[in-house]
RNA sequence: GGGGAGUUAGCUCAGAUGGUAGAGCAGUGGACUUUUAAUCCAUUUGUCGCGGGUUCGAUCCCCGCACUCCCUACCA
């Protein structure tokens, strides 16, 4: 904790965003403090303590009518912020909100137990929407049917010296959203959902792993070699050790020692960091979980991840058939399994086969539809290029794109029928990659020359490849089981149930730029 | 990185074809003892994002910049 401050001498002190409103609710603040000297009392006292929470008193006396309530006049205490207020004279509506919901306070003088009720209710009549207040009273119907309180005790906890935004429209700056989360969530109940949305996602996903037989694990944040995936790393310095660290991308190569190790199932749900574009799929910090099962592969990866995919849904939605941008989006059936000439097939019937195992074909192809050229691309890699082109952004159900070639994926085992292509799955939902695994590449010499030919890349340019880990490998030289392992994109995942459009929304404080 | 849209009161939004701006909410004063975005009367608040240019005069037209949103690119 911070030391105390005078704060008379902070009021003086600059401060952002100052207005009239802010001035004037300053001031009030000011006649408290000056007040509480006077009676020696506290301006921000902590010793209210609610019994009661808004949604559970809803839900318990709603239904009765008023001839049968009123009389109990069951006693409770409750506190939260002012949302609405409405002063008629000598009586009073408010409204509070807390973490539940709301209700409303019926403050009338004569009502009021204290002593100075008279002083009581002209200060209420000043108090400000976001102020905190506490009341008890009893329980009551008006005459519309609304359950409310009765105050007979009222106290203002909290003094808020900004005003919240327009009462009717709430918060519409998408920016101010953003930056000023707390904002969003006391005006949103939108908001607000979508967060509980994906802390019900979280503990579905966790608790699907667990009850499976997965021992959750954290692996270190900071790697001294970034690995795991082809990304930017962010870049820092340890002090102590004098050495270079970088955020980590992913966390792949600490699980999989983890199954070196002897734990033959391990997950971790945290963040990965990646020093790239921002988009509204993409945050320099992202959610994800990865894990790893011992003697699976990738078929049994897809059923498993499409069983935990379906369980998150229902736990929120209490059923897997969805809406997402209007369009239904269903979890229920057995995800389709395409490989990717297969899903251009599909989706770009224009090609032939022919043409789709034509690189001179595909490399002018995929040039039209604008993509970056690349010299080195075997044919599974243009492959994958044209299906980006024409198929990804319309695979709108879920659906299991495999057979990845072995150029663009150099921790997957290869296929034992054909050489060239892995034992590789993506997973995309509403045209979005939701879900990336593979049967795990454990022949340690084939993963060290793997790691070889990204090194080659990184020096001809690519600055995605990965690095060589030699640890890793010597891990794999100890002997890593056949293992299956797969990561999936959470903040994806929560958007895809939460119905948002933008990964800005499913995260409580994306990054922005600096304000200004 | 490239393209498009936006930025007016604390909030939600109008607006003028160039003559320095309004409404509702919030605030303030008043009326009102069952309101529901309470209502009624009165009233305060603005570097019209920032910097240049054109002009007698720019918040409006032109150029540049900043920030946001959307699309696109890299990626999950």
Same mark, same amino acid.
């Given at each position: 904790m911070t030391e105390q401050v005078n704060p008379e001498a902070s009021v003086d002190a600059p401060h952002i965003d100052e207005n009239h409103v802010i001035a004037e609710r300053r001031d009030k603040l000011k006649a408290m403090r000056d007040q509480a000297k006077l009676t020696n009392s506290a301006v921000f006292p902590n010793d209210f303590k609610p019994e009661h929470k808004a949604a559970a008193l809803h839900a318990q006396y709603d239904n009765f009518d008023k001839e049968t309530l009123d009389p109990q006049a069951i006693p409770v205490s409750i506190a939260g912020r002012m949302v609405l207020k409405r002063v008629m004279g000598k009586a009073s509506f408010a409204t509070i909100q807390d973490a539940t919901g709301r209700i409303q306070l019926f403050v009338n003088k004569e009502n009021? #137990?204290? #002593?100075?009720s008279e002083a009581i209710y002209e200060s209420f009549k000043h108090w400000d929407l976001g102020d905190i207040v506490g009341a008890t009273g009893a329980l009551f119907k008006t005459k519309t049917g609304e359950l409310s309180v009765k105050v007979s005790t009222l106290r203002l906890l909290t003094k808020s010296l900004r005003p919240l935004p327009e009462k009717y429209h709430g918060l519409q700056d998408q920016e101010i959203k953003y930056r000023q989360r707390y904002v969003d969530l006391i005006t949103s109940e939108d908001t607000r959902n979508t967060f509980k949305a994906r802390s019900q996602v979280m503990a579905a996903v966790r608790g699907f792993m667990t009850n499976n037989s997965f021992l959750e694990v954290e692996t270190p944040m900071l790697h001294p070699i970034p690995g795991g995936a082809s990304a930017k790393p962010f870049s820092t310095h340890h002090n102590a050790l004098d050495m270079q660290m970088f955020l980590r991308i992913a966390p792949e190569l600490y699980l999989k020692r983890l199954i070196v190790g002897g734990f033959e199932r391990v997950f971790e749900i945290n963040r990965s960091f990646r020093n790239e574009g921002l988009s509204v799929r993409h945050n320099p910090e992202f959610t994800m979980m990865e894990f790893y099962a011992a003697y699976t592969d990738y078929h049994w990866l897809m059923d498993y991840t499409e069983q935990c995919i379906r369980a998150a849904v229902i736990a929120v939605h209490g059923t897997a058939v969805i809406t997402y941008d209007g369009k239904e989006v269903d979890l229920s059936q057995p995800f389709e399994r395409l490989t990717i000439v297969g899903a251009i097939q599909k989706y770009a019937p224009q090609y032939t086969l022919a043409q789709l195992n034509d690189a001179t074909f595909l490399r002018a192809e995929i040039l039209k539809h604008g993509s970056k050229p690349f010299d080195h691309a075997g044919l599974g890699a243009l492959q994958l290029a044209l299906f980006e082109e024409t198929a990804e952004s319309q695979l709108w159900q879920p659906t299991y794109i495999i057979d990845y070639p072995v150029e663009v994926s150099p921790l997957a085992r290869a296929s034992d029928a054909n050489t060239e292509i892995t034992e590789r799955f993506e997973l995309f939902i509403t045209g979005r990659e939701m879900a990336n695994g593979f049967s795990e590449l454990n022949d340690a010499e084939d993963q060290a020359a793997r790691f070889h030919a990204q090194m080659k890349a990184k020096e001809a340019g690519d600055d995605e490849a990965m690095y060589y880990d030699a640890d890793f490998i010597r891990a794999l030289e100890y002997g890593m089981p056949p293992t299956g392992g797969c990561g999936i994109g959470l903040d994806r995942l929560v958007m895809l149930i939460t119905d948002s459009p933008s990964i800005r929304d499913v995260i409580l404080f994306p990054h922005m730029r600096a304000e200004s």
């Open positions: 009021l #137990a204290d #002593a100075n």
